[in-house]
């Protein structure tokens, strides 16, 4: 299925944080989060929003793109790729709080990252500019987010193309090594929309709901993998291209994904699972 970009300018967007181990560390943001207590030592940090459509804050501009990341690089910048899957949900609310969400479709994301030392919210690092997010246009209709359905067999792999050098930036993680996923993570995700509050780099987001008139459909990311040495602190630079790729390991192993992404095939050609191409461009 695909969503239109029209459509996607209606859909609030959010992300997860912490939800691979290991990660947060990696990108040099464990210490923002180091004051927030969660239930269990793996449990995620929390949620943080992307984009609030007509919101009146920088949330509202709309920062997903199908194809490109445009970057102001005149002056240093520390960018990141941010290789993760994200679901289309339905939401249902009693109340001014979130009772259930069932799930739809999955995609590629790229949730990019400005490493902002000074940032006081996760948001800030999210959401600088028009196409700073990567989303792909190919969505794969869930069956069950529980065991035993399409989920069980998903994996997320990502590359860099760099002066025609091919290079693998994020560990290829199975979907079922998120921390939590399945009924786990929907119960946290329920949660901490209806308690988050406005504490360190996380905000209050039942505030956010409740501003935007309780939209019936939002798009959650459920969190980056792994860097690999290369990724760890193979920041972006201009010209780069990178490949996000969430596929299902019965109709792919990771060297056919490798071979897709170097031999530069578009990725409405991916028929795996969802893909994501974006060049890097100066602004």
């Known amino acids: 299925m695909n969503i239109s970009i029209d459509k996607l300018k209606e859909l609030p967007v ?8 290991e990660h947060l560390s990696q990108a040099g943001e464990d210490a923002d989060f180091v004051n927030v207590i969660t239930e269990e030592k793996n449990a995620p940090k929390g949620i ?6 007509q919101f009146p804050t920088f949330l509202s501009t709309f920062p997903l793109s199908h194809s490109h990341i445009d970057v102001d690089f005149s002056e240093p910048v520390n960018l990141h790729m941010e290789p993760e899957m994200c679901v289309l949900f339905n939401v249902n609310y009693t109340g001014e709080l979130v009772e259930s969400l069932g799930s739809l479709a999955f995609t590629a994301f790229n949730d990019c ?5 000074n940032a006081k919210k996760i948001s800030e690092k999210k959401n600088w500019g028009l196409s700073c997010t990567g989303i792909g246009q190919q969505w794969i209709e869930i069956d069950q987010f529980q065991a035993g359905g399409i989920l069980d067999h998903i994996h997320i792999a990502s590359y860099l193309r760099r002066n025609g ?30 308690s988050q509050n406005d504490f360190g780099p ?26 690999t ?25 990771k060297a ?4 897709f992404f170097t031999n530069a095939k578009p990725a409405d050609n991916f028929s795996a699972g969802a893909a ?8």
């Open 14 to 21: 959010f992300g997860i944080a912490g939800n691979f181990t």
């Open 165 to 194: 050098e091919v290079i693998q930036y994020g560990v290829d993680s199975p979907v079922t090594g998120y921390q939590y996923f399945y009924g786990k993570l929907l119960n946290w995700i329920i949660k901490t929309f209806n």
């Open 276 to 283: 994501l191409i974006q060049a890097i461009g100066q602004v």
């Open 229 to 253: 040495e290369f990724g760890e602190t193979g920041f972006l630079k201009p010209d780069d291209e990178i490949g996000v790729f969430v596929y299902d390991a019965r109709k792919a192993y």
């Open 113 to 117: 990252s400005i490493r902002k030392p």
């Open 202 to 227: 996380l905000e209050h987001l039942q505030h956010y709901l409740v501003q935007l008139k309780q939209p019936k459909q939002i798009i959650i990311s459920l969190g980056a993998t792994r860097y």
């Open 48 to 53: 943080f929003p992307i984009y609030l459509p």
């Open 256 to 259: 056919d994904i490798e071979d």
